[in-house]
């Protein structure tokens, strides 16, 4: 039988929500969007109208594969975080709302600086990096990120956001020192790898399954990254830098005291929308 637009994405909201996904609302209609062919104003512009039958299978084999673990994010190649249109691929994590704290908190600081440099590291699909750009225009910005198919993705998503001018993709391994020829940051911000190893078979399908172990893979415990950044590339911050990090659940305390021996000073702890310890951010204190 014949269905609208309208009646089609509430079919698909009610059936996400009985599915027990929170983001029903969100979910559905980027799927009917994505599925139809439509923007979300078509999208209710026609809401009356009624959709093909080729449309709305479309639509429901999506939804199929989606309640079978698939992201939408991955079933429609897009996503959005800070207020950007990004792209995204199966070679990149897809933005978390948690991770929009961290860039909240770095963009506060990079606002004060005037013209300034900052790295965002480990960048997968650029989001980060992208964000801080996009409100503060003083700032000049490295996406610095290991795998070749992620730069790729950090390139689409610097011209599909216009920052061409003032931010530039760079192969950068963070577990390595950094070449001098890098230069100095005023800001490093990363949202690195971060489960422990053993941990990543335990993690839902729709993350084990569909998101990159290299960007999940945080050594044994978790800290290798948050270890190697501390140390390695402080000698890319000018002293009085910061330096500002994504964690994992119960992980804060662990990064703090890594930060500290590692002469960063002033290190403060950041809780997501869920007051759980999300963001650990401090000071570089001595010169390197």
């Known amino acids: 039988m014949a269905i609208t637009y309208n009646n089609l994405y509430l079919d698909i909201r009610r059936q996400l929500r009985s599915a027990g996904i929170e983001a029903a609302t969100l979910e559905a209609r980027e799927l009917v969007c994505f599925g139809t062919g439509k923007s979300r104003q078509q999208l209710t512009a026609d809401g009356s109208l009624y959709a093909s039958p080729e449309l709305e299978k479309r639509v429901r084999d999506l939804v199929e594969r989606h309640l079978n673990g698939e992201p939408v994010a991955y079933l429609i190649g ?16 897809i933005p978390r709302p948690d991770t929009e704290v961290l860039a909240a908190q770095a963009i506060d600081y990079v606002k004060t600086l005037g013209e300034c440099r900052v ?25 610095g990120e290991w795998s070749d198919a992620a730069l790729r993705i950090c390139r689409q998503n610097i011209r599909r956001n216009s920052l061409t ?65 501390s140390d390695l590339w402080r000698a890319a ?3 009085g830098g910061k330096l500002y990090f994504e964690v994992g659940i119960g992980q804060a305390d662990s990064v703090l005291r890594i930060m500290r021996a590692q002469g960063f000073g002033d290190i403060q702890v950041v809780k997501d929308t869920q007051d759980i310890p999300r963001v650990v951010f ?3 204190c001595t010169e390197i």
């Open 165 to 229: 001018g003032r931010v530039v993709p760079m192969q950068a391994n963070a577990l390595e020192k950094p070449e001098k020829s890098l230069g100095e940051f005023q800001c490093i911000v990363s949202n690195p790898p971060y489960i422990p190893r053993a941990d990543i078979d335990t993690l839902d399908t729709s993350v084990k399954d569909y998101e990159p172990h290299l960007a999940l893979d945080g050594g044994e415990d978790g800290l290798d990254f948050y270890r190697a950044i």
């Open 237 to 239: 911050l000018v002293p």
């Open 78 to 93: 897009e996503w959005e975080f800070y207020g950007l249109p990004l792209d995204i691929s199966r070679d990149v994590l």
């Open 282 to 284: 401090g000071t570089l």
């Open 119 to 143: 790295l965002d590291l480990c960048a997968g699909s650029g989001c980060i990096g992208l964000a801080v750009a996009s409100q503060a225009p003083q700032a000049r910005v490295v996406l």
